[in-house]
């Protein structure tokens, strides 16, 4: 199976950059997609990047448009999350994920790292 493991958060200020990573093991043609979705306490799921392994493509949702950026590594082992501007609003764990299919829902995500915490002051 899929394994996914996320770094690169942290505490910060407002108006402060991080990049998240996401190394990936045991991916195989069937996952196509992969993508950063984050949890705020008391909110439910959120999409916020995602990336088309096969051809570059990305999407972002639109309160992230114009401040984070996904990016995959040259070896496609590794994705990456460029924050940038970031707001207190922010604060989430950022999960990875990784999928087949299409970007949205979710649920086309079966394999998911477990997090890694960014907090916005």
């Known amino acids: 199976d899929v394994q996914l493991v996320e770094s690169g958060g942290g505490s910060v200020q407002a108006g402060y950059s991080l990049r998240l990573s996401c190394a990936a093991s045991?991916?195989?043609?069937?996952?196509?997609?992969m993508a950063w979705f984050r949890q705020a306490p008391g909110r439910e799921r959120e999409g916020v990047s995602c990336i088309d392994l096969r051809y570059g493509y990305t999407s972002y949702a639109d309160s992230m448009k114009g401040r984070f950026t996904i990016s995959l590594g040259n070896s496609k082992t590794t994705v990456y999350l460029q924050m940038n501007s970031l707001k207190p609003e922010d604060t989430a764990m950022y999960y990875c994920a990784a999928g087949e299919v299409r970007c949205a829902p979710s649920s086309f995500f079966k394999s998911w790292g477990q997090g890694t915490q960014v907090t916005v002051s």
């Open positions: 045991g991916l195989t043609a069937s996952n196509t997609y």
